[in-house]
Every structure is written in structure tokens, then in C-alpha cells.
């Protein structure tokens, strides 16, 4: 409920406040857990439920922890084990502090019209052109990769992965398609930078 008694649009839609794990979420958990090697850190960007973190700490034994903003999805990711912190993506972290970093954005383009103020609502939304999210990440991730570190992001072809990988280039990343998934209206792929 918000101040004045009115419940907030989560409520009224009668639905999660956190992203919970769906094909999205384990095609990007398949494809990391099988680059990344016993004790190197990672940084799970949006880490929502912590399903990505988790099974690199459980399946790759991996130092993994999260971030995110929803105070509500840090909640969930500490109590499934996941060492979390509130922020927004990597700028709580000092330079060159991860070998990996990882990042499931919300990809969807969304008309401002239909967009709801609310968590769930910013773990959907990409922004008009699916990239809100996306784009920043690009701009700042490098900053927090070690010289030989790697970045992965899962995308959709509703997202223009070659507009993306060029934006990437133009930061200094190179990029590569590690996996792609078909779906009815979209493609998901998840795209590896260094």
C-alpha cells in the first residue's frame, strides 16, 4: 500500500515484484555456467531471484554475488544464498573487480504508454527499443572486467543484436554469439564481450 491508501500497481495487477526465472534466465545460466571456472568472481547484473547466481556458485563453483535494485529482489537473492548488494549495476564495484559479469536485462521494447511504474514493470521493460538497459551496461561494464575478463548479455532479435554488437565495438567490446533459443515472436541469444 502506498502513503495514501491506494495499493500499488503490483498489487493491483496481482502479480510478482520480482522476476523470477524463465527460459531467458537458464539459457543464460546454461551458457555461463559452462565458461566460467571454480573460484572466479562473477557479478550477476539484475540479479532479480538470484536463479542465474545461484547455479554459478552451486554448478561452476564460482565466488558469484549479485546486484539490483529492487530492494525486494535483493531479498530473495540473499535468502536463496546469494551474496547481493543494492545498486545499479556495476557502479557500487571498483575497477577490475570481476573475471566475469553477467546480465539478463530487460529486453522488451515498451511504448511509454504502456508502461507501469513499478518493479516487475522495470524488470520487463526495455524502453522503446528493448535497449534502456542494455546500452548502459555496455557503457559501463568494462570498467569493473579485469584485462582478460568476459561479459555476458542475453538479448532478443526484438532488440536489434547487430545495433547492439555495433554499440559494443564502439566501447571497445568485442562480441560473439555463444547460444541462441527460438521462440514464437523472438530469438533470445546470448552474446559474450570481451
Known sequence: MTDEGVPQLANQRDIETVYQPAEDS????????????????????????GYVATRLRREAEAEALGVDLNPEACEQARDAGVPVVRGDMVSPFRDEAFDVVVCNPPYLPTPPEQEWDDWMERALSGGEDGRAMVD??????????????EAYLLISTLTSP?????????????????VEECHPFEKLLVLRFW
Open 26 to 49: 537458464k539459457l543464460l545460466a546454461d551458457a555461463v555456467v559452462e565458461a566460467v571456472e571454480p573460484g572466479q568472481r562473477v557479478l550477476d547484473v539484475g540479479t532479480g531471484s
Open 136 to 149: 548502459p551496461f555496455l557503457d559501463s561494464v568494462g570498467r569493473v572486467l579485469r584485462p582478460d575478463g
Open 162 to 178: 547487430e545495433e547492439v554488437r555495433a554499440y559494443a565495438r564502439e566501447r571497445g567490446l568485442q562480441s560473439e554469439i555463444v
